[in-house]
């Protein structure tokens, strides 16, 4: 599998459609997919980084501007239609078809999207603007309140939307911290430690107008101020100074590649409602935050309205003030509904998305990973005396049975449920438990409606392409003969009359 990245970063646009591009291409590169980036040649780029971490880099070359580009438009350093013909020319050059090209830039819309779509066999749009047209077969847009009437007359009748926060873009690098993030918040007694933090350019440099605030405030003297700035910030040598006067012990890093544990160790954080605010959401990390630019605006007001952080109007002394005394007060509801905001899932959700097969009836399948809103189905599905029939436990659980496994299966990084759909259809569930060998136990079944369809077919075809160097086990009683032979159709081994195993894909 080939997939290309067209984002770029700079100290205007900031470092945020490289990080989340980033977090999509570890994900794929984890799939067996080769992932290339393609990115405008910015002072601040941030190509050099890609390429040491071992993403080819197809470099764009800046032309002029025309006179008619206003907005985002300004931030793509030349034309769309020379975008499109040096990316054009790039893919021509790979002689092969890439199976995704995922776009995540406010500079570009339909009228790049749709000449490229000859060339590729599916293009993904990460977008959280809502603001121009796009020709493509995805779009994602992360934002907590987004809904499709947002897209309804923006995207061709085709597109697949997934919107909201169950597909956040999270770096796989946090899905480790999570449990240990949530005993340390409900031990939380008092401010020790506070992350700073304004994201990769920080141009109004609001890290050093905030650090100046916080000398003033009611913060006490032995209170460890944790400073975070990015490649592009311009700002280091006034911002170091400030430090070394603090009363603070104030730690300043730049370009830092621990940020989990950072957010993981800190009490509270003070931030942006960019794309760092999901990551603080997940480790349930109480923050101040404010609208720091145009596209953060629907952020900040879905923070707000869901109560995950304090949002400030603005960067004031009174504000800022007030703003540390709101979050000691309403430290543990902060917390909570922060996590419960982000299960962390997101990134496999969108990455699962561009992968399809078909059925027997020609209609394309996809695997999606299931969210809080799927539990009604799946316990709709496993009361059916026809699933019944061959699971362990002939018994169908009762609803606060099911609700309770099913809400700690989605917290449990060693359990992965899937819905598999045809378009808004749902057809059926797959269900893997990581085995102390490694190794995936699965559990398939269809909805009655959907049966002898090929649908499980694709669903094991399915789980092979999401992953393809895990061992997979299967435990199928004696008298289904049904699914004895679809594992055996699979290339599943039979090891035991009743159990079935297959080695890496």
Same mark, same amino acid.
């Given at each position: ?127 959280? %603007?809502?603001?121009?047209?796009? !020709?493509? +077969?995805? *779009?994602?847009?992360? #934002?907590? /309140?987004?809904? =499709? ?46 992350? %700073?933090?304004?994201?990769?350019? !920080?141009? +109004?440099? *609001?890290?050093?107008? #905030?650090? /100046?605030?916080? =000398? ?290």
């Amino acid at each position: 599998m080939l997939v290309l990245i067209r984002a770029d970063a700079s100290p205007i646009i900031g470092t945020g459609h490289i990080a989340r591009s980033l977090s999509l291409a570890e994900l794929y590169k984890s799939l067996g997919a080769e992932v290339k980036f393609i990115c405008k040649n910015f002072t601040g780029s941030l190509i050099t980084q890609l390429e040491t971490l071992g993403y080819p880099v197809e470099r764009l070359s800046i032309s002029e501007q025309s006179p008619s580009q206003t907005g985002y438009a300004q931030w793509l350093g030349g034309t769309q239609e020379d975008d499109l013909e040096q990316t054009r020319q790039f893919i021509h050059s790979l002689n092969c078809r890439p199976d995704l090209l995922i776009v995540d830039n406010y500079s570009l819309n339909k009228v790049w999207e749709t000449p490229l779509s000859d060339y590729v066999e599916k293009i993904m749009v990460v977008d959280d %603007l809502a603001n121009r047209y796009h !020709d493509c +077969d995805i *779009l994602v847009d992360q #934002s907590p /309140q987004r809904s =499709e009437a947002d897209y309804q007359d923006l995207v061709m009748p085709h597109c697949q939307l997934l919107l909201g926060s169950d597909f956040s873009i999270l770096n796989p690098s946090y899905l480790t911290y999570r449990q240990q993030a949530s005993f340390k918040r409900r031990s939380y007694s008092s401010i020790n430690r506070l992350l %700073l933090n304004f994201g990769g350019s !920080d141009l +109004d440099n *609001l890290t050093l107008r #905030s650090l /100046q605030l916080l =000398e003033k405030s009611q913060l006490a003297d032995d209170v460890v101020l944790d400073v975070v700035v990015g490649a592009a910030y311009q700002q280091i040598a006034s911002l170091n100074l400030a430090a070394q006067s603090s009363r603070f012990h104030v730690e300043v890093n730049q370009a830092v590649k621990d940020m989990p544990q950072r957010q993981l160790a800190a009490d509270i954080a003070i931030g942006a409602a960019g794309g760092s605010a999901w990551e603080r959401c997940y480790l349930g990390l109480p923050t101040i935050c404010f609208c720091m630019a145009e596209n953060q605006r629907g952020n900040t007001a879905a923070m707000d309205a869901k109560a995950v952080a304090v949002v400030i109007p603005e960067l004031t002394q009174q504000e800022l003030d007030q703003a540390l005394v709101t979050v000691d007060k309403r430290y543990q509801s902060l917390s909570a509904a922060a996590q419960a905001l982000i299960d962390g899932h997101g990134t496999e959700r969108i990455a699962f998305a561009a992968l399809t097969t078909s059925n027997n009836k020609g209609r394309a399948v996809k695997l999606q990973r299931a969210v809080h809103g799927d539990a009604e189905q799946l316990y709709q599905w496993q009361s059916l005396p026809q699933t019944r029939q061959y699971a362990n436990s002939p018994e169908a659980p009762l609803w606060p049975e099911h609700l309770s496994w099913f809400e700690q299966a989605l917290d449990n990084s060693d359990e992965y449920i899937f819905l598999a759909k045809s378009g808004k259809t749902a057809l059926g569930s797959v269900r893997l438990t990581r085995q102390a060998n490694q190794s995936m136990l699965i559990s398939i079944y269809c909805a009655p409606a959907y049966y002898r369809q090929g649908n499980a077919y694709a669903m094991l075809r399915l789980i092979r392409m999401c992953f393809p160097t895990v061992k997979l086990e299967a435990q199928v009683k004696e008298n289904n003969y049904a699914s004895q032979n679809l594992f055996k159709k699979s290339g599943f081994q039979q090891v035991k009359p009743d159990y079935w195993i297959q080695e890496q894909g």
